[in-house]
Every structure is written in structure tokens, then in C-alpha cells.
């Protein structure tokens, strides 16, 4: 799976620079002064780290810095990056496939996370590695909502089971998997329609649909995976708590990481929840999703690879 | 849930008790706990340290009052602070004629609804809108205006051969004078502030179709992102409002106080869920309330005087003196309740209580009583003492409950009936209302207890 997707470097390296930029600053400096630490606590919340992992990495270099007074710019990336792989520690999220039986991928999420751009990202990727993949429109809510996604699919040349809008997701969600299951399809899809946490009827739609989807399959679905929006913050930890809560989770999906937002909302949520990130969303193209690494993602925000080993 | 600012607040003050006068030094605990408040509602750091910078100013010298605690005066002037950056400038529309509105913002922020609520707002004013589908690039996004469209009775422009925007804008604009209308909402792609084509595109519509308005429309759950993304936008387009959407989620949404206060555009909208009226103007004092976490009963208060149809509330409240309490009558109270939204977004502007989750029996036992009441015929809801054996069974039958339910239901009505039978004899039930509307509460909706007893003890069982 690993193999699977191997442009994560590129990708990151877009959103890396301006990441690297807004903290680059200190590191490149040879001697830090008292000014340091408020623009490294800038830059660190400006990443949306939140409030915790800032104030960490904020003490340590505190910390740090009474006892070596000569410490320098570098010492300080060093230290937030060892903070935050601490943080971070098995966070990755990888998708084991299963041999005898349809995998299936539900993606789920507040509205206008990236839900169905992802659905068609994840699909032409699966389908780039051999796999054999069907597609499931179950928003049946929002207006245009399966148009958007057929569209997807008519591009990248994936097979779709749709219902009429207004219909019930769970039945389409259902039909799918028999879809799949005849057609001899070995991954399942699920684009599903956009939902605030709070909302708690369309909570229990979502249920709904995995209820469904157990007749057929008791462990499906295999992965749930919820979409954050990259440049959401604090609130990004309170959505994946009830998604949670309510549904249950097995990871994320990052978005939106294209823009100069560091998706630093990554870390609130993997510090309070534990659930891993699997991928990455960089932009509107099918190659723009990525898995996510720990470690390129750490040396991407402290910018290590540019400014210390050199 | 965040701890509420109120909350921790009370925590730090709790030393300050019997110090005459607020310092730098007795308020430096406090002060850490609003900056940590205002951090973790997602306001910009450098905003943040500015705001505090501010109280503090306000708050140092001033004396302790004796009939509040040092945190509540505290917080009154956080509050107030607030308030006022929120609230200053031009929240409302310009009033031109025709009025054109171009909306921006980045993917998924909810631009395509926003424009589709204002055009239903302004409809309700008198405004003959149109609606242009300025978005070519994500797959089905004209569809999906187009319909939006039809939902609201409002026409849309799209050319979906055009891959010329700034022209299918011009067209737009010919088009509208054609037919005379007098509103032209612009609903465009969703864009990185950073993506420099796009960019070039939108300036490009915004020269030649010379809006009144530009809305950015912003998630309400934004990170500090959205300092970045309202200074760029501000910076090639000339915002003119903010529109913060998705505020029915539980998100403090401190980025409006960052973008305001970064670029000086006022906030104008609000929007508050998915249906295409749940949207409202902007109001200062709530967002104020809301970044602190301080619920928001004042736009309670509001939402139910404006929800329950006054007259509507009289004649229920001189049916129910005259105690001739039936189930039409039950019914109307059930739809009234439910107008006022979900009894979790009730909850959710309640500050104490903002973080429960209300159990759905509630609301579920709410349909079902209307389900109930819907199954019987105009003459078993209008004299109830006809509901026999058989015709139980029936309304059982056709509602989906079992007979017990039913007979509940029937139960409660006539308890409901004999109470309001005895608080009218003493003339106990006119002192009553009389004292509830003095509070700016509407008696229809309290009467019988039904609201009332569901958020004061909303754990316990809603009376039908």
C-alpha cells in the first residue's frame, strides 16, 4: 500500500514552503533572543497546533534555552519537531485490503469538506494500482451532489451506483455493495452526503448506513474515514470527536492542504482522539491526494530537510 | 465542549476576591485565561494579543464593584470590547438599484447556498432577483445553483458552454436589465486566496460587472487561516462584507473577530444551517457571547418571539381560558414548538447547558404525538370524547403506535385540560400570562408547560 502512493513528497513540498517560511525565520538565525519565542508561538498557532502541542513545544524550548543560552535557531526546529513526532507518534494510517470480499471506504464529514472530490481522488488512485473499484454516490442530499460526482467518474473513467436525490442513502449504500459484490468489484467507495456533528437526525442516518451495510457484511465498513477541511481549526478536533462518538471512526483524511494552511488541526485532533490520518488533499486534481507520513509531514513544518541538514 | 470563559475565568478570579481595584498584576491569571479562551475559539494570535492588550487598558484602575464579582465585571468588559469591534461599521446591504452581489471564498466555505439564502431574503423585501452561475470548474456546480434556484422561485444565468467568466457576468448583467430585475447575486468558484489565475479571473468579473457588494463567505470553523484568506481576497477584490456560514455547528468562531479586525470589513451574514431560511443578519452581541462561549440566549429569546405567529399565540390563549383545550389545539402547539428549530439547537444557545446532547426520545416522542394527532379525523380532534375503542385502534393503526400509546396521549390531553381548568378558576392563569409576557416570553409556548419543562428539566418527559 505503501507503494501505492508516491507523490506524497511533491505534494507536501507545495504547501511545505510556506510552511518552512513562517517558521524559518527563527530557525535560520544563529542566536535567539527573547522576541524568538513569541514569533515561534505565533507561527505555531498560526499552524492551527492548537493550544496544547504549541504550549508544548513553546515550554520545551523555554526550557531549553535556560539551560544553553547559545542555543540556536536549528536547536529550536529540532526540538518542535521531536515534540511533535512525540505527538504524532502512530499516526499513520494505512489501508490493508481484504482478499475475500469488497473493501469498503466510507468517507464522511461537516459540508464542503471534500467528501466527494475525495471519493473521486481515492477511487482513480485505488484504481491507478490495479484495483477494481466502484464508487457509491450516497449524498442524496445535497443539490447536484451525485451530478458532481458522475461527473468525477466519467473523467476518471470509474464505475458509479447512484440513486435519485432524495433517496435513502442507506439503500443506495446497500445496492452498491450488491453492485460490487456482482461485478466482482474488490473496493467500495462511499461518497456520503455532508453533515455538521451537532446535527443529530443526520448522525443517525449515517448509522443508518453502516446497520445496512453489516447485513452484508459484518465488518463493513472497513475503513470510515472522516474528511476535515486542512484550514478548519480548533473546531476540527469537536468534529471528529462526535463523528466519533456517534458513527465510529478509523481515521482522517486531510484537505485543502494546497492553500498556505498547515493543517496543523491534524495534531489536535490525533492528540485527543488517536485516530490515524491516512491521507492528505492537495489540491482539485485525481494525483493530489497523498498518504500521509509522520515524518515528512513533521520536517515539511519545521521546513528540516531546507534549513537544518543543509 | 470548551470549558466556557465564565468557567475558567471564575477559576482565576477566585484570588482576586476582596481587592478593591482591578491591576496588571491581581488580572495577569484571568488575562492568560481569556488570551487561552480566545486562542482556543480560533481567533488569530496577533488578534488576540491585541484585544487583551486592549482590556487590559479598560479593566486596570477600575474599581471592584460590590454587587458583582470581579470575573463577571471582567468579562462585561471583554464583552463590551467585543461587541464593538464585531459590530462597527456598515453591517446592512447597500441600498442601490439594482444591486449587484459578488460572492468569493474558498472551496466548500458554502458560497452556493449563501447566495441562494440572500436572493430568498431579499426576495421576501421586494427584490426581484437573479442568480448567476459563475462557477464553471467544479463538476455539477451549476446544477447545482440551477436546483437551488428552482427551490427558492429564483431564475439563474449559467452559460455552460462559456469558459469566459467575466463574460458570462457581462451577459448576466444584460440579461438582468432585459427583464428588469433588480438583484443579481454573482455565485462564483470556490478559490485558493493564493491560486493567482483565479485570482486574476475574479478581479477580471469584479471590473466589469462593477458589484455594490463583494461577500466573502467564510466557514464558521475556520483556523487562523483566515486572516491569510480575508487579507488576500480584501487585497484583490475589495470586500465590501464577511458572510460566516455553518454557525449552527458548535464551532467559537473566533475568525470572524480575525478577519474583521484584520481587514475592517464588516461582518453582514450569518448563516445557520442548510435549509435556505436559516439564515440571519449578523449580530454583534451574539458572536461576542459565542466566541466567549457564553451561549446565546439572547438570540434564544428572539428566535422564539419571532417563530410563534402572535396571533396564533392569543386565540390559543383564549381557547385555553375558556378551557375548550382540544387536540387541534394541541397540534398547533406541537408545530409552534417545532418551527423554533430542533430542541438540540435550542439547547445549543443555552450557555449551561450548550454541551448536552438532548436525548432524541424527546423529540422523537414530539412526532409521534403529532403523528398521532394526525391520524385522527377533524371530528375526533375537535371533540376527543368520541375516541372509542375502535376508533383508537385505528388512530394506532395509522400512526404506527400501539393502543397504549395512543391512550397516553389522550391521558395527557385531559390532564392538560383539567390543570388549565383550574388555573382559570382562581383567575390564576391571566395573572400567569400576564407575568410571562412582561418577561418577553410568549405564553402559547409555555402554556401547558410544554417548552417551559423542556428546557428547564428537558431530561424529564415532555408533557405529550
Redesign the interface.
Given at each position: 500500500m505503501r507503494s501505492l502512493f508516491k507523490k506524497f513528497k511533491e505534494g507536501l513540498s507545495k504547501s511545505a514552503k510556506n510552511i518552512a517560511d513562517k517558521t524559518g525565520g527563527i530557525f535560520r538565525r544563529a542566536k535567539l533572543d527573547a522576541s524568538t519565542i513569541e514569533e515561534l508561538?505565533?507561527a505555531l498557532?498560526?499552524?492551527?497546533f492548537?493550544?496544547e502541542t504549541t504550549e508544548e513545544i513553546v515550554e520545551e524550548t523555554k526550557e531549553a534555552y535556560r539551560k544553553d543560552k547559545e542555543l540556536r535557531g536549528q536547536d529550536v526546529a529540532k526540538i518542535g519537531s521531536s515534540v511533535l513526532r512525540r505527538v504524532l507518534d502512530g499516526s499513520e494510517g494505512t489501508i490493508e485490503f481484504k482478499d475475500d470480499r469488497p473493501t469498503v471506504i466510507c468517507l464522511v464529514g461537516?459540508?464542503?469538506?471534500?467528501k466527494t472530490t475525495t471519493t473521486a481522488k481515492l477511487g482513480s488512485q485505488c484504481k491507478v494500482e490495479g484495483r477494481k473499484v466502484l464508487v457509491a454516490a450516497c449524498d442524496t442530499?445535497?443539490?447536484?451532489?451525485i451530478?458532481?460526482?458522475?461527473?468525477?467518474t466519467n473523467?476518471l473513467d470509474l464505475e458509479i451506483v447512484s440513486g435519485e436525490?432524495g433517496a435513502d442513502a442507506a439503500a443506495v449504500a446497500y445496492d452498491a455493495w450488491q453492485a460490487a459484490k456482482s461485478r466482482r468489484k474488490d473496493t467500495l467507495i462511499i461518497d456520503t452526503a455532508g453533515r455538521?456533528?451537532?446535527?443529530?437526525?443526520l448522525m443517525?442516518e449515517l448509522a443508518k448506513i453502516r446497520r445496512v451495510l453489516q447485513k452484508r457484511d459484518e465488518s463493513a465498513p472497513h475503513y470510515s474515514l472522516l474528511v476535515v477541511?486542512g484550514?478548519?481549526?480548533?473546531?476540527?478536533i469537536?468534529?471528529a470527536r462526535v463523528f466519533h462518538e456517534k458513527f465510529g471512526l478509523d481515521g482522517l483524511i486531510v484537505t485543502?492542504l494546497?492553500?498556505?494552511?498547515r493543517g496543523?488541526?491534524l495534531v489536535g485532533i490525533y492528540r485527543e482522539l488517536k485516530l490515524p490520518i491516512f491521507f492528505l488533499g492537495f489540491g482539485?486534481k485525481a494525483e493530489d491526494l497523498q498518504a500521509y507520513q509522520i515524518e515528512n509531514y513533521v520536517d515539511a513544518v519545521f521546513g528540516l530537510e531546507e534549513e537544518v541538514s543543509a | 465542549m470548551f470549558e466556557s470563559l465564565t468557567d475558567k475565568l471564575s477559576h482565576a478570579m477566585h484570588q482576586l476576591r476582596g481587592t478593591a481595584k482591578l491591576s496588571e498584576e491581581n488580572m495577569s491569571e484571568a488575562l492568560k485565561d481569556v488570551r487561552a479562551a480566545l486562542l482556543s475559539a480560533d481567533v488569530h494570535f496577533k488578534v488576540a494579543r491585541e484585544f487583551i492588550e486592549t482590556v487590559k487598558e479598560k479593566c486596570v484602575g477600575q474599581e471592584v464593584l460590590k454587587s458583582v464579582t470581579p470575573a463577571q465585571q471582567i468579562i462585561k468588559i471583554i464583552n463590551d470590547e467585543l461587541v464593538k469591534l464585531l459590530g462597527e461599521g456598515e453591517t446592512g446591504l447597500s441600498t442601490n438599484r439594482p444591486l449587484k452581489i459578488l460572492m468569493v471564498g474558498l472551496q466548500g466555505g458554502g458560497k452556493t447556498t449563501t447566495s441562494a439564502k440572500i436572493a430568498k431574503f431579499l426576495k421576501k423585501d421586494g427584490y426581484n432577483p437573479l442568480l448567476v452561475a459563475c462557477d464553471i470548474y467544479r463538476p455539477a456546480a451549476i446544477d447545482q445553483l440551477e436546483s437551488i434556484g428552482e427551490q427558492i422561485g429564483v431564475p439563474v444565468f449559467s452559460d455552460r458552454s462559456s469558459p469566459d467568466v467575466p463574460l458570462i457576468g457581462e451577459n448576466a448583467l444584460k440579461q438582468s436589465q432585459i427583464e428588469g430585475r433588480d438583484l443579481i447575486i454573482f455565485d462564483t468558484a470556490g478559490r485558493l486566496q493564493i491560486d493567482a489565475p483565479l485570482i486574476e479571473e475574479i478581479k477580471e468579473l469584479k471590473r466589469r460587472i462593477q458589484p455594490e457588494e463583494v461577500i466573502l463567505v467564510a466557514d464558521g470553523a475556520i483556523g487562523q487561516e483566515a486572516v491569510n484568506v480575508a487579507e488576500s481576497f480584501h487585497k484583490a477584490v475589495e470586500l465590501t462584507g464577511i458572510a460566516m456560514t455553518k454557525l449552527d455547528g458548535d464551532a467559537r468562531g473566533g475568525a470572524a473577530l480575525s478577519m474583521k479586525q484584520i481587514t475592517n470589513v464588516p461582518i453582514k451574514f450569518a448563516g445557520t444551517g442548510e435549509k435556505l431560511e436559516d439564515f440571519d443578519l449578523f449580530h454583534a452581541d451574539r458572536m461576542a457571547s459565542r466566541i466567549l462561549g457564553m451561549g446565546d440566549v439572547v438570540s434564544l429569546v428572539e428566535k422564539a418571539q419571532e417563530s410563534i405567529d402572535e396571533r396564533e399565540a392569543e386565540r390559543m390563549a383564549d381557547r385555553m381560558m375558556a378551557a375548550d383545550f382540544n387536540f387541534e389545539d394541541m397540534l398547533n402547539q406541537l408545530s409552534q414548538v417545532k418551527k423554533l428549530g430542533s430542541m438540540q439547537s435550542i439547547m445549543g444557545m443555552l450557555p449551561s447547558i450548550s454541551g448536552m446532547k438532548v436525548e432524541d426520545k424527546a423529540e422523537n416522542q414530539m412526532k409521534q404525538s403529532e403523528a398521532i394527532i394526525l391520524s385522527m379525523t377533524l371530528q375526533e380532534r375537535r371533540s376527543p370524547n368520541v375516541l372509542n375503542a375502535s376508533r383508537r385502534n385505528r388512530i394506532a393503526k395509522g400512526s404506527g403506535v400501539k393502543i397504549s400509546q395512543v391512550n397516553q396521549l389522550i391521558k395527557q390531553h385531559m390532564q392538560m385540560k383539567k390543570m388549565m381548568k383550574k388555573l382559570n378558576g382562581g383567575g390564576k392563569m391571566k395573572k400567569l400570562m400576564k407575568q410571562m409576557k412582561s418577561q418577553g416570553l410568549d405564553p402559547s409556548q409555555l402554556a401547558g408547560g410544554n417548552l417551559g419543562s423542556g428546557l428547564g428539566g428537558f431530561k424529564g418527559k415532555l408533557p405529550f
Open positions: 508561538e505565533e498557532y498560526g499552524a492551527d492548537g493550544y461537516v459540508n464542503g469538506s471534500g442530499f445535497r443539490a447536484a451532489a451530478e458532481q460526482l458522475k461527473e468525477w473523467r436525490r455538521l456533528h451537532t446535527k443529530s437526525n443517525d477541511d484550514s478548519l481549526g480548533s473546531n476540527s469537536e468534529q485543502k494546497d492553500g498556505t494552511s496543523g488541526s482539485e | -
